[in-house]
């Protein structure tokens, strides 16, 4: 009886143990993220000091803050098909060998001409990260976890993003760039220690070391037997039945997968959050508030509601938080719009700072606990493993391309219509709201095939 009591005990503490290969997995895959969001971040507090030091005009700074956004949309477009051709984690290596010389060639660039390169460089090695990042971690995890892991991609994003935003004005840009390979390094040494996708391994027929690797991420004590069998079932039935070409996605079948992926995609990057996220300063500066201040302010609040959201997708689900996440950007849209009307108008112009400052802090963290990592989320589990290449590389470049429209168009935007550019954002997250509550599957708790069943 003492026996019992004392293993009855102790059986809370397994899950946690269990679960060490897949937090250690999950850390180095999310290093990959982190360079994202630090590259994402880094043309923001730099951005006169780059102008001042190599000359550029605003049409020359803004080809540098958006060009990363064409070297995503190639990354994007080969990155499914690398994924699924080498492997996940060879996938991640990758990225990292064009990521590293990305942000050498900008630390030491001379003129702009190694500032395009650099920045094109890293972000084909960023829209590669995009797409395997998302599919690895929700490939390793257990189902009732794999919403709060996932989420850890986003997380990562945004410290990445508070990182640059927080020391961007206390350093040199040059400097910078060199942190910037810190974790891109870091990423590759450690890439040699964890264990390839248990999913991609059943994939491509290596079923001992697909069945070795599950054993290891679940615990030695852990019976994989039925998620093993399961995961074998939906490979079998999936490869019978399409071979992953480019024209089987459009079947019938797939098209409420394909409705939701590129949808969350569209909205996400087309309700604006781009330019807050890479012009932030610029903003602040339009508004009549301190740029130094405000992105700093920004980068503060940001990884509090990264960890938060983290914590509730797993608690609340996909869509709740995706609703509330769109109608908090549209609302703090509508507030940023209002405060350059205020000015423009010169009417309570003395508040206009304050309300700028309030929509951007207000957008950004709504963006924070939902928009940003959750379309991830989705996209990584609703599309099967036989389009999941095909399917990923066409969501990525969608997001890829409209982030290019976005960063390219913003600063000529702000010039014709400062506060009409943040109204159609506004409008943009207030369809969303729509779109999800309409369309969006909850998908907390089920299993990857499960998803992709109910989606046919």
Known sequence: MAKENIEEGLLPKRPSHRLVAVFFSTAVAVFGSFCFGYAGGYSSPVESRIMEDLGLSLASYSIFGSISTIGGMIGAIVSGKIA??????????????????????IAFAKDAFWLYIGRLSMGFGVG????????????????????????????????????????????????????????????MVCLFFIPESPRWLAKIGRDEEFEATLHHLRGKDTDTFEEATEIRNSMETFQQESNGRFLDLFQKRYTNSLIVGVGLMLLQQLGGICSILYYSGSIFEEAGFSSVTGTKILAVIQVPLAFAGLFLMDKCGRRPLLVVSAAGMSLFFFLLGLSFCLQRVNCLEQYAPVLALIGALGCSSAFTIGMSGIPWVIMSEIFPINVKAIAGSLVTLINWSCAFLI????????????????????????????????LVPETKGRTLEEIQASMM
């Open 128 to 187: 590669i990260i995009t797409y395997v990042v998302p599919v690895y971690i929700a490939e390793i995890t257990p189902k009732d976890l794999r919403g709060g892991f996932t989420s850890a991609n986003q997380l990562m994003v945004t410290i990445g993003f508070g990182l640059v935003y927080f020391i961007g004005s206390m350093i040199s840009w040059r400097t910078l760039a060199l942190i910037g390979t810190i974790p891109c390094v870091a990423q």
């Open 84 to 105: 699924d051709r080498i492997g996940r984690k060879r996938a991640m290596w990758l990225s990292e060998v064009f990521c590293t010389p990305g942000w050498l060639a």
């Open 407 to 438: 960063t390219y168009t913003f600063n000529f935007a702000m010039q014709w219509s400062s506060a009409g550019v943040f109204f159609f954002f506004a409008c943009v997250c207030a369809l969303t709201v729509l779109f999800t509550v309409k």
